[in-house]
């Protein structure tokens, strides 16, 4: 029994309320601790930092960005201002343009029908312009460009003289090509009086004998008919000098008739190649007319 009682003893003195006292010691050294208590502390401060500076952001008070994002916008709405104005400037431009061809298609409506009602002729230099307009220093002039090489030699210098002066500059820039422009609309402009029923006649203030071909074959460009433009320069031509025997083909008429190879009515430039001329009742073979003045017969 006193061996029981012994280690019964023992036990509860060992491991009861009354055993001695124990001391639990961490194994990491304490600058360590310390270490990681200061970055804890440090990881906390900078989350509340960002949740405080994102909470600013989020509800409009950082003002700095504001004040970014304000002069973005302020210098996008000035681009904006100075690209409207710069519209509102073609625009008005533009639209005075219009208001003056408006006005200038208006009047030009008004001069055709008064000219179709006084049965007015018009008498066109289109030849002569050409010249003037599409010619260019060192280039062939354009009416003389297709009988060139059949010319004197004193005219085919002349021919490369050429016409009005094209100025290159700020006031007036390409001048060349408004030049060319505006023989196309005079061209525009021939059609149209046609088209209105005003008279149309051949010009011939250029080379006489020579450019008379030209002037038909630009009315042909111009979109009259060859057979129209053959008219305009026969019988158009003699009613409005009130002869009445010319340009006709009929009993007790004049004879003035040419004879050429090819169908004119057809491609206006066989016009060039007249092979005899029937003149107040007088034959007249090219071929020896043109040597004569020291031109070359055409082909």
Do not use: C
């Not at 302020?74 to 400037?89: G, N, S, T, V, W």
């Not at 010249?131 to 002349?158: K, Y």
């Not at 630009?218 to 019988?235: C, D």
């Amino acid at each position: 029994m006193r061996d029981i009682s012994g280690r019964f003893y023992k036990i509860r003195q060992r491991y009861g309320i009354a055993a001695p006292r124990m001391q639990v010691q961490s194994q990491m050294p304490w600058y360590l601790r310390w270490f990681a208590i200061a970055a804890a502390v440090g990881i906390a401060a900078a989350v509340a930092a960002w949740t405080y500076d994102a909470g600013r952001r989020y509800a409009g008070f950082d003002q700095s960005e504001v004040q970014g994002e304000l002069s973005v916008t302020k210098r996008d709405l000035a681009a904006a201002q100075a690209e409207l104005e710069h519209l509102r400037a073609i625009a008005n431009a533009a639209e005075s343009r219009l208001s003056i061809e408006r006005a200038a298609q208006q009047k030009l409506a008004q001069q055709i029908r008064t000219l179709e009602q006084d049965n007015a002729r018009l008498r066109e230099e289109l030849a002569t312009f050409e010249s003037m307009f599409t010619g260019r220093p060192g280039e062939a002039s354009p009416d003389f460009a297709p009988v060139l090489a059949r010319m004197p030699a004193q005219v085919q210098r002349g021919a490369y003289g050429g016409g009005l002066p094209v100025i290159s500059d700020a006031n007036a820039p390409n001048s060349d090509q408004r030049y060319r422009d505006s023989y196309a609309n005079m061209l525009k402009m021939t059609k149209r009086l046609f088209d209105a029923g005003v008279p149309v006649l051949a010009g011939t203030d250029a080379l006489a004998g020579i450019m008379l071909h030209r002037e038909l074959e630009l009315e042909v460009k111009a979109g009259i008919p060859a057979i129209r433009a053959l008219q305009n320069a026969t019988y158009l031509a003699a009613q409005t000098l009130k002869q009445q025997d010319s340009g006709v083909v009929r009993s007790g008429a004049q004879a003035d008739l040419l004879i050429v190879e090819g169908d004119p009515s057809q491609q206006i430039s066989d016009i060039r190649r007249t092979r005899l001329v029937f003149k107040n009742g007088a034959i007249f073979d090219p071929n020896k007319l043109y040597p004569a003045i020291s031109i070359q017969p055409a082909p």
